[in-house]
């Protein structure tokens, strides 16, 4: 059974910084995502490592977002910088194991809790 479990949201004021954090167990996934959630809306794709490295990234976070995981310790990190209003949501942490669309939260078999990160303006 895999368990994710996030942390590391918070309030940070418009232009600062959060970084995220997921730790999962269980068994090493061949790609890691993050997606976020804002009230009253659908959960959009944020950004995704795969085993070896590779990324995707939506537009609205190219530039300031950067995913990155250590594989020996099985945790994937979102650096989030220039924060801003926009990016407050809920921010969730999810698991593939398959060799597909990085951008579609339907190919992933694993998720946390999810985690508040809060941008003031």
């Known amino acids: 059974q895999v368990q994710l479990v996030e942390s590391g949201g918070g309030l940070v004021q418009a232009g600062g910084s959060l970084r995220l954090s997921c730790v999962a167990s269980?068994?090493?996934?061949?790609?890691m995502g993050w997606f976020r959630q804002a009230p009253g809306l659908e959960r959009l794709f944020v950004a995704a490592v795969t085993w070896n490295g590779g990324t995707t990234y939506a537009e609205s976070v190219k530039g300031r977002f950067t995913i990155s995981r250590d594989n020996a310790k099985n945790i994937v990190y979102l650096q989030m910088n220039t924060l801003k209003p926009e990016d407050t949501a809920v921010y969730y942490c999810a698991g593939s194991t398959r060799v597909t669309s990085a951008t579609r939260d339907s190919q992933y078999d694993y998720w946390g809790q999810g985690t508040q990160v809060t941008v003031s303006s």
């Open positions: 269980g068994r090493t996934l061949y790609r």
